[in-house]
């Protein structure tokens, strides 16, 4: 006769209940992240905005808007890399491999953060901060409430279509995008591994 083990149950329950924690802690880590991020990057962009020309504040957009496209591409490819490239390359000890396969073992995670997080903060600043342009755009060119359509146009406009070229790019190039962000994470963890190394001597 079949009889039913209950460690089994026990297991998965613990497995159920760990998973729920986790997506909790995650839920409460990435809504205070939000805020800290989204609070910064609006401070910082409306102070520089307020004392900047025109020309500066265009900049100052585009920078965002760029930023927002940049973490849309790599969200993309995080999600569409596969792990097998990076598997030999952990075993040839290359930098940056080990950190590409910690992303993509969180690929969920990564590209919320990258898709939703950033790149919505960054879709939300780019609106404000094409307001504050377009209201400069006013006091320093004769011109009416068109300038502000316009420019609140051109900003949906590009930041449409960069991000429809980045998840074009970042679907067909997501091995080479993502071991590029790895990189990028392992050169700056570098001097924190020194001073550890250093710490434990």
């Known amino acids: 006769m079949h009889t039913n083990d209950p460690e089994p149950r ?3 329950k613990s497995k159920k209940s760990a998973k729920k924690n986790g997506n909790i802690r995650w839920i409460v880590t990435i809504f205070f992240v939000t805020v800290v991020i989204s609070s910064t990057i609006s401070f910082l962009s409306s102070s520089i905005l307020e004392g900047a020309g025109l020309v500066e504040a265009f900049a100052v957009l585009l920078i965002i808007v760029l930023l927002g496209i940049l973490f849309d591409i790599v969200g993309v490819a995080v999600m569409s890399a596969d792990e097998k490239p990076f598997h030999s390359m952990a075993a040839k000890k290359v ?22 997080v950033v790149g919505d903060i960054c879709g939300v600043v780019s609106g404000s901060a094409s307001a504050i342009i377009a209201v400069k755009a006013l006091t320093q060119i004769d011109s009416d409430t068109v300038s502000q359509l ?24 997501s091995t080479n995008i993502v071991h590029l ?21």
Do not use: H, Q, W
């Not at 491999?97 to 690929?107: I, T, V």
């Not at 316009?150 to 991000?163: D, E």
């Not at 990028?184 to 001597?201: A, D, F, Q, V």
């Open 181 to 201: 962000a790895s990189k990028l994470i392992y050169y700056i963890k570098s001097p924190l591994r020194c001073n550890r190394t250093r710490k434990k001597r």
């Open 95 to 116: 930098p940056g491999a080990a950190e590409a396969l910690k992303l993509l073992r969180n690929a969920e995670k990564v590209s919320s953060f990258c898709n939703d």
């Open 150 to 173: 316009i420019m609140s146009a051109l900003v949906a406009g590009v930041t449409i279509a960069g991000k429809a070229f980045g998840k074009n790019l970042a679907m067909s190039n």
């Open 10 to 12: 026990s297991k998965k």
